[in-house]
């Protein structure tokens, strides 16, 4: 009995230890679509689960040019991002359901803290996030009319 439960105790924690490890590792991203943006394509990974929005862009390093996160909610509602163990600066585009945008937070810098601040929206469908050093988004504040399309 005592075997089963040293043995039990040390597999418990060789899997704690294991996720903790993980717990700086970024999410693999897949840029297998392509997004519109003022006729601009955008190659995007979509984090379309409550999982893979949860963790977005924590611990990734950087993104090739005109490439980004686009976040797709079930439904349009109230959002909140945050840039908690972000590694970059970002700039972070809001869109309703009809693919309006609606709110922009233009280089939203990383907070390797707990008390971050909370970008919220309502009546977000989806969310764009970019290296604040695109050449997309210098654009747009000149065309507050912009659209997504998919």
């Known amino acids: 009995m ?9 597999i418990g924690c060789l899997t704690a230890c294991n996720g903790q490890s993980n717990a700086e590792h970024p999410q693999a991203l897949h840029f297998d679509q ?3 943006l003022n006729q601009q394509a955008i190659k995007v990974a979509v984090l379309d689960t409550a999982l893979e929005r949860e963790q977005g862009l924590m611990w990734v390093k950087g993104l090739p040019e005109n490439h980004g996160a686009l976040f797709v909610f079930e439904h349009e509602g109230e959002v909140g991002f945050w840039m908690k163990n972000t590694l970059m600066p970002l700039d972070i585009l809001f869109f309703n359901k009809q693919g309006q945008l609606i709110k922009t937070i233009q280089a ?3 907070c390797p803290k707990n008390d971050c601040p909370i970008f919220v929206a309502k009546q977000v469908k989806f969310v764009l996030e970019l290296a604040d050093t695109s050449s997309i988004s210098p654009n747009l504040e000149a065309n507050p009319a912009i659209s997504l399309r998919m």
Request: glycine share 0%; net charge positive.
């Open 108 to 110: 939203a810098q990383p």
């Open 2 to 10: 005592r075997y089963f439960v040293a043995l039990a105790t040390f």
């Open 34 to 36: 392509t997004i519109f």
